[in-house]
């Protein structure tokens, strides 16, 4: 059975491209087929996190006006055969797309696929609309900071009111140093105010500005915590119960003696 | 350990999460609050309908809104009264059924 899935925010600059770069490629890493709609029409920006700016011929608004065939506009990725973007135009605006427009291309790719995923833009006018038009459920981003948070309840409100199923959140850049010295909200903060259901949790971590650099999502390199993170939420979008991952591991000897002397993190 | 002398020596006043969540709490009490166009009408015609039933009203003076107090929200209504209704009440003098609250 195939899904559509928006990864919506409200809020600009939280992780939403990241995170559909990521839970796009751990998805297809676990066999799955997968295509991810860059749906932020003038601010492309999936195509360099997931390294395939190079490869580009064609856009989302040439398949719509009709310029070319859908399958020529997707791109294959580097890694998996069964990994598709679908980029974004850079020279037009939100307006160039309808909704109508996006719930046909949607239900086309939702033929072929096992997994579309949306990479919404910021904000909750046009374009936003257009991403959520084509999706059967929806996937909030949210950092552990007040406008954020905010922004995610304007959200909510709004997929609600447009008869979407509950959205499930990720909550991305938890520093547990900071949780732990109460001065960052904590995930059970964030859930008692937005009350939705946790689908993951993603450390602030370095390797997904290093990731994001080389233009390989950190969901498959081994070594990244915030890549683990990815890993499970991709197995949870699937069905499986994984456990939430020990945002402490940190606390043994090493990792104290680590943050006494690097304590910013 | 290294947490505990920073609570004891840096922190003062409540921890910064908290101020955070108190302040999201107010804040959203406020967004909450705000109710589509198309509901609110369909809430004043049916405030009209019941009270009329009871009482003569000017509609064109009437006032309802929303008062975010502090951190709570309260249904505001200021309905000018002409006069009081006498003598049965319209439809055989029965209370409103339950369908009272459809909207139009």
């Known amino acids: 059975m195939s899904e559509v899935i928006v990864i919506t925010s409200g809020k600009g600059g939280v992780g939403k491209t990241t995170t559909s770069a990521n839970l796009g490629a751990a998805l297809a890493s676990l066999g799955k087929s997968v295509v991810l709609i860059d749906a932020d029409i003038g601010l492309r920006n999936l195509d360099v996190v997931m390294g395939l700016e190079n490869r580009i011929v064609y856009h989302l608004v040439d398949v719509v006006e009709g310029y070319c065939r859908l399958n020529q506009a997707l791109i294959k990725d580097k890694r998996f055969d069964n990994l598709c973007l679908l980029p974004a135009a850079q020279t037009k605006d939100k307006t160039a797309v309808t909704p109508d427009q996006m719930r046909q291309l949607c239900k086309e790719l939702k033929a072929e696929f096992d997994f579309v995923l949306v990479d919404s833009p910021a904000g909750i006018e046009q374009g936003f609309k257009n991403a959520i038009a084509g999706a059967d459920t929806a996937i909030i981003v949210a950092t552990p900071e007040v406008s954020s948070v905010r922004d995610a309840d304007r959200i909510i409100g709004l997929l609600e009111a447009e008869s979407m199923p509950p959205p499930r959140l990720i909550c991305n850049r938890i520093r547990p140093a900071m949780v732990r010295r109460g001065d960052m909200l904590g995930i059970s903060d964030i859930l008692d105010i937005l009350a939705i259901e946790l689908l993951g949790v993603v450390p602030d971590d370095e390797s997904i500005v290093v990731s994001t650099n080389r233009g390989e999502p950190a969901a498959l390199s081994q070594g990244s915590r915030a890549g683990v993170a990815f890993r499970n939420i991709a197995r949870r979008v699937l069905g499986e119960d994984v456990p939430f991952m020990n945002l402490d591991e940190t606390n043994g000897f090493l990792g104290r003696l680590k943050r006494m002397f690097g304590s910013t993190r | ?104």
Not at chain 2, 55 to 75: G, N, P, R
């Open chain 2, 1 to 104: 350990m290294l947490e505990l002398i920073q609570r004891l020596f840096l922190r003062e006043g409540s921890a910064s999460k908290d101020v955070a969540k108190e302040r999201l709490r107010m804040v959203l009490v406020h967004d909450r609050a705000t109710v589509a166009p198309h509901v609110w009408e369909a809430l004043k015609v049916d405030l009209i309908r019941v009270i009329s039933r009871y009482l003569d009203i000017d509609e064109a003076s009437m006032d309802v809104q929303l008062q975010t107090e502090k951190d709570a929200v309260a249904l505001v209504a200021s309905i000018p009264v002409r006069r009081v209704k006498r003598g049965p009440l319209p439809g055989g003098g029965e209370a409103l059924g339950p369908g009272v609250g459809a909207a139009p």
